[in-house]
């Protein structure tokens, strides 16, 4: 029986079989996913490719960008004088509250000094727009306009002007990826403005909700309460604003199911803010505290343990 | 044949700026695969000259574009380029709609081995709004062919 061949490639020059060369690049594309998913290896492949891919994406940003401007310069004149009335009413009222807060600061400073403690304030920021890319429908990840080149790294927190709203999850040579508080795969360590409970914020894959799963019943949280970053883990800054509680249900037995809302404006932003910060020192250095355990031993006691049993849990 | 080369670069770039372009919300879900469905046209129609290396490429870019792992739409696109390669003698004997048909079926196999990987890295998203782009590609596809067929006649 003769057989029709399926590889209609020219007979001469026409490389390696179809079969084999298939074979190839199928064990060449494994092997890239698993340096990229397990060791991490290939950033500079990544970084290379990304160069290439660059003008792509400036390319779709473009038209967003022109409408943006065209609409800005063209825009009417009461318009414009409305906007700037807005605007210089808001200056007024932020720079009467800047007047507070300078005293504040100062006073915190103070305090903090005499803590020895003045890590985890933001030193300085960067503003960078976000490109109107799409990337996945899927997973919460937009595309920013800096990258390696003006000094951003991975892990860098993101802010808006009204909260934390991400953060850095890959860099690339003029474009960074961030990874938004609400994405499924996201959590933050929070504090709750009001009672001082901690706990973490896990994202939900919904762009307005944040869910709080290792809360007990009893603890101490509302509906209302403002959730403030802790600079536990060195990534986020302390103090900036994550969410908002939007429900308790005090049901179960040992974990109350809360939800919170994000305050930074996760599906509006336009731009956005990279900070940089000192990442706030160890309270405990390793060598005090080993110290402290042994004393703990010749006194012939356990140490207590510092873990809340609702951290233990909850899986 | 110069002119061809250029073309198939052409649609590929195409396509990938099409998979990265903002869509309303409810039609993101929907979007169908450009680049998959001309890389197929491309491999159907000339086998010689779109291969598996040109498959394999397009994919490695849409992950780079996409922030996914490196490789994973690269594999995807290499089987169903592969798999078009091998069915492409009975593929282009077929009416369109049972082309659709198969085509359907590659949309699906490369959906679920998308789904696949996904799960393995830990993205694994597992509603039924992820299937849409199989059902939105094959619909699309006798569009494909039509401006693809009117296209490389200019071409050649």
Same mark, same amino acid.
């Given at each position: 029986m003769v057989e029709l061949s399926h590889d209609s490639r020219p007979i001469i020059g026409r490389g390696p079989p179809l079969t084999a060369y298939f074979l190839t690049l199928a064990a060449i594309s494994v092997g890239l996913m698993t340096a990229d998913h397990r060791y991490h290896q290939i950033d500079r492949i990544r970084e290379a490719l990304s160069r290439v891919i660059y003008p792509m994406q400036r390319a779709v940003d473009f038209p967003f960008r022109a409408t943006d401007w065209v609409t800005g310069s063209f825009a009417d004149r009461s318009r414009l004088r409305q906007e700037n009335l807005a605007l210089t009413t808001r200056l007024r009222l932020a720079n009467l509250q800047l007047q507070r807060f300078a005293v504040?600061?100062? /006073?915190? *400073?103070?305090?903090? /000094?005499?803590?020895?403690?003045?890590?985890?304030?933001?030193?300085?920021? %960067?503003? @960078?727009?976000?490109?109107?890319?799409? !990337?996945?429908? $899927?997973?919460? #990840?937009?595309? %920013?306009? +800096?990258? @390696?080149?003006?000094?951003?790294? =991975?892990?860098?927190?993101?802010?808006?002007?009204?909260?934390?709203?991400?953060?850095?999850? =890959?860099?690339?040579?003029?474009?960074?990826?961030?990874?938004?508080?609400?994405?499924?795969?996201?959590?933050?360590?929070? &504090?709750?403005?009001?009672?001082?409970?901690?706990?973490?914020?896990?994202?939900?894959?919904?762009?307005?909700?944040?869910?709080?799963?290792?809360?007990?019943?009893?603890?101490? %949280?509302?509906?209302?309460? %403002?959730?403030?970053?802790?600079?536990?883990?060195?990534? $986020?800054? @302390?103090?900036?604003?994550?969410?908002?509680?939007? +429900?308790? =249900? *005090?049901?179960?037995?040992? $974990?109350?199911?809360?939800?919170? +809302?994000?305050?930074?404006? !996760?599906?509006?932003?336009?731009?956005?803010?990279?900070?940089? $910060? =000192?990442?706030?020192?160890?309270?405990?250095?390793?060598?005090?505290? #080993?110290?402290?355990?042994?004393?703990?031993?010749?006194?012939? #006691? &356990?140490?207590a343990t510092a873990t809340p049993p609702a951290q233990a849990g909850g899986e | 044949m110069f002119a061809r080369r250029l073309l198939y670069w052409i649609s590929m770039a195409a396509g990938l700026v099409l998979a990265i372009v903002p869509l309303p919300g409810w039609l993101d879900p929907v979007r169908p695969d450009l680049a998959l469905l001309a890389m197929i046209y491309f491999v159907l129609t000339s086998p010689r000259i779109a291969g598996l290396g040109y498959a394999w490429l397009s994919g490695l870019f849409l992950d780079v574009l996409r922030g996914m792992v490196l490789g994973q739409h690269a594999l995807g696109f290499l089987v169903v380029g592969y798999l078009t390669h091998k069915l492409q003698l009975r593929m282009r004997m077929f009416p369109i709609v049972q082309q659709a048909v198969i085509v359907m079926l590659l949309l699906g196999l490369y959906h679920f081995l998308m789904f696949w990987i996904d799960g393995l890295t830990g993205h694994g998203f597992t509603g039924w709004v992820r299937w849409l782009p199989v059902l939105s590609g094959a619909l699309l596809w006798p569009l494909v062919v039509a401006l693809g067929d009117s296209l490389t006649r200019r071409s050649s």
């Open positions: 504040l600061e100062e /006073e915190n *400073r103070r305090l903090r /000094e005499m803590r020895a403690n003045s890590a985890g304030i933001a030193e300085k920021v %960067l503003v @960078a727009s976000i490109l109107n890319v799409d !990337l996945d429908p $899927f997973r919460h #990840r937009v595309l %920013l306009d +800096k990258g @390696a080149a003006d000094g951003v790294f =991975k892990d860098q927190a993101v802010l808006d002007g009204d909260g934390i709203f991400g953060q850095v999850s =890959k860099v690339n040579a003029s474009t960074a990826e961030v990874i938004l508080i609400s994405d499924a795969e996201h959590a933050i360590p929070v &504090q709750s403005n009001r009672s001082g409970v901690r706990t973490i914020a896990v994202g939900t894959g919904d762009q307005h909700k944040l869910s709080l799963p290792f809360v007990t019943v009893e603890s101490d %949280l509302q509906t209302g309460d %403002l959730l403030l970053s802790t600079g536990m883990g060195g990534v $986020f800054p @302390a103090g900036y604003p994550v969410a908002q509680v939007s +429900k308790v =249900k *005090r049901a179960g037995s040992t $974990f109350a199911l809360v939800e919170a +809302k994000p305050t930074a404006r !996760l599906d509006q932003a336009r731009e956005v803010l990279l900070v940089w $910060f =000192k990442p706030p020192a160890d309270p405990a250095p390793a060598g005090r505290r #080993r110290r402290t355990i042994r004393a703990a031993r010749c006194a012939g #006691r &356990q140490p | -």
